[in-house]
């Protein structure tokens, strides 16, 4: 069974930094796309950013381009988000989530991890 474990939202000033990580296990995800999306308060789930497992090979929304990056850690089965220059738009739950590449929907969720940036 695979599980996607978020953590390190936070609150955090227009300008400022966060990092999140999102801890996979339940199998090996050589095969898989691991993406990030967002759900702000009142609005639909968005796509943030993704990569492909085993090459690294990465894709963003328009919206974080050249402020996020997605990365992962092989050792520690672990892909981070890493956020910089916030803006208050960026406040959201952040989800972590899995698909096999050969499928199109993802198929697998974290919990989600909050996120509020203050103007």
């Known amino acids: 069974q695979v599980q996607l474990v978020e953590s390190g939202g936070g609150l955090v000033q227009a300008g400022g930094s966060l990092r999140l990580s999102c801890a996979a296990s339940?199998?090996?995800?050589?095969?898989?796309?691991m993406g990030w999306f967002r759900q702000a308060p009142g609005k639909e789930r968005e796509y943030v950013a993704s990569m492909r497992w085993s090459s690294g090979r990465t894709w963003y929304a328009d919206a974080v381009k050249g402020r996020f990056t997605i990365s992962r850690d092989y050792a520690q089965n672990t892909v981070y988000l890493q956020m910089n220059s916030l803006k208050p738009e960026d406040t959201a739950v952040y989800y972590c989530?899995?698909?096999?590449?050969?499928?199109?929907?993802?198929?697998?969720w974290g919990q989600g991890t909050p996120v509020t940036v203050s103007s």
């Open positions: 339940g199998r090996t995800f050589s095969s898989y796309i």
């Open positions: 989530a899995a698909r096999r590449i050969v499928v199109k929907e993802y198929e697998y």
